[in-house]
């Protein structure tokens, strides 16, 4: 069973850095997609960037410039560096991911992510 695992989470102020991790253990295929969603209080969940195994990556437009999505060798790992961190970035995060060739989706428990101003 895929079970995925964030870590890094935590309270910074305004300015600083955080990088998220998210490890995906319970099988020995790659996924096609990783990706980080957050959802605040009260809000949707949201895209906040994505890569493919190509290492093709997509960002939505609050975080670019600010924060990089990487895959780690063994393309069962996502990372997100966030730098800058803004207090609207506060959020509950959620590590993704796909396999087109099952169809499957697949969530992490979430890390929490709280900027302070």
């Known amino acids: 069973q895929v079970q995925l695992v964030e870590s890094g989470g935590g309270l910074v102020q305004a300015g600083g850095s955080l990088r998220l991790s998210c490890v995906a253990s319970?099988?020995?295929?790659?996924?096609?997609?990783m990706a980080w969603y957050r959802q605040a209080p009260g809000k949707q969940r949201e895209l906040v960037a994505d890569i493919n195994s190509g290492g093709s990556t997509n960002y939505t437009d609050s975080v670019k410039g600010r924060f990089t999505i990487s895959r780690g060798n063994a393309l069962n790992t996502v990372y997100l560096q966030m730098n800058s961190l803004k207090p609207e970035d506060t959020a509950n995060y959620y590590c993704?991911?796909?396999?087109?060739?099952?169809?499957?989706?697949?969530w992490g428990q979430g890390t929490q992510v709280t900027v302070s101003s």
């Open positions: 993704y991911a796909h396999r087109t060739w099952e169809g499957n989706d697949y």
């Open positions: 319970g099988s020995i295929f790659r996924f096609n997609v």
